[in-house]
Each structure stands twice: as C-alpha cells, then as structure tokens.
C-alpha cells in the first residue's frame, strides 16, 4: 500500500496569515500515459464529513474559496491557505487514488 | 442534488455484526461506484471497500476481508455494509461516499457518517 505522510501534524495560523501543509507518498502518483497526479485533498469539520477541495493535486473542486491553493508532483504536494478564515479551521487530508486501496494522510489539525 | 443519507447510530456487543444502509438520491444509482470509509474516534481515515451497484460487484481492503460484505438494492437505491465479529476496535464513523466519476476512487460527495459503538 501507499503510506501518506503529512506534516505537521497541527499549526496554529493567525487569522489572515497564510498555512501551509505538506503531503508527502511512500511512491509517485504521477501517472505518466495522462501527466496527472493522483492526489486528493479534503477538509474536515468536527462533526462532519469530509470535503473535497483539491483534485488532480492542484483543481480546486466547485465552490471552494481561491484562498486554497495547491502544488506539487511525483511524491511531495502541497496545499496552501493564503489568508487563513475563522471557517477554516479543520483537519486537512491529503489521499492518493494512484493504486488500490486509496490510502490517506494522518491529517493536519489546522487552528487559529 | 446527490444525496447519500445513512442509518442511526448503532450499539452493538463485541462479536456482534452491524449492517449500515446508504440511500442514495439525486443521481442514477447504478452509474456510479459507493465507496466505504471508516474514521476511529480522533483518527484518520481508512478506506474499506467499493461496490459496483450495477452489477453488485465488490472489492474490499485487505483487513475487511471476510468481514465485511457489501451490498444494494437498486429498487430503493440503497447500498448496506456489514461488518460482522465486532470488537472494540471497530468502533467508528462510517460513511458511504460516491465516487467521483465512476471509479475514480476519490468522493465527492459523502454520506453524514453512521457512528458504531462496540462495547460490552
């Protein structure tokens, strides 16, 4: 299976800074025949499930706020909030559907 | 709007079994692969298994198998997961979450979570 890493595990961000989260996988999800990157990202709120933002590592899915943003390929991704709002405040996921079964980041617990 | 709305929580014995139901709306039930995820009390999530509910086919994580069995009816477009010999490591949310585009194997959208409780 894929082993997802993500770091850190919390960061504290003032309201209007920017927060960064780091994904990394235990392979590539560059699938070279369609130069796409199997990567997801996910946001999720106590009491809720979770919520796609990112997919294809960098598309944001509709509706989601242009404060988020996120990069990378191969094996080291990034997803970027560059004003963090009260509403933000999450745990983020990054997932890898590259191979079965998908597998998913710890989470990061995002706080203001 | 796609809808998927799951069961009540739950509270089972240890070696019990639990079956979860997804109802699905607002698309064409049988186009569309239901994935089930799973997410222990303040952990992270887990993927356990996808069902095809066109031709029922199924295909489940390694630790789920021979465990878990994944089911639907299309004349209700609802889709069950059951989880048989319950211990207290099994106590979770659960949810059912439709695949994006057909089998892409990421979810756009997901059910609300169906909390199963194992205790004695």
């Known amino acids: 299976d894929i082993v997802m890493t993500q770091s850190p595990d919390s960061l504290a961000v003032s309201l209007g800074e920017r927060a960064t989260i780091n994904c990394k996988s235990s392979q590539s999800l560059l699938y070279s025949s369609n130069n796409k990157n199997y990567l997801t990202w996910y946001q999720q709120k106590p009491g809720q499930p979770p919520k796609l933002l990112i997919y294809w590592a960098s598309t944001r899915d509709f509706g989601v706020p242009d404060r988020f943003s996120a990069s990378g390929s191969g094996t080291d991704f990034t997803l970027t909030i560059s004003s963090l709002q009260a509403e933000d405040v999450a745990v983020y996921y990054c997932q890898q559907h590259y191979s079965i079964p998908p597998t998913f980041g710890g989470g990061t617990k995002v706080e203001i | 709007q796609v809808q998927l709305v799951q069961s009540g929580a739950e509270v089972k014995k240890p070696g019990a079994s639990v079956k979860v139901s997804c109802k699905a709306s607002g698309y064409t039930f049988t186009d569309y692969y239901l994935h089930w995820v799973r997410q222990a009390p303040g952990q992270g999530l887990e993927w356990m298994g996808w069902l095809n509910p066109n031709s029922g086919a199924t295909n489940l994580a390694q630790s789920f198998r021979g465990r878990v069995t994944l089911t639907r009816d299309t004349s209700i477009t609802t889709a069950y997961m059951e989880l048989s010999g319950l211990t207290s490591d099994d106590t979770a949310l659960y949810f059912c979450?439709?695949?994006?585009?057909?089998?892409?194997?990421?979810?756009?959208?997901w059910g609300q979570g169906t909390l199963v409780t194992v205790s004695s």
């Open positions: 979450a439709r695949d994006t585009s057909g089998y892409e194997y990421y979810f756009r959208n």
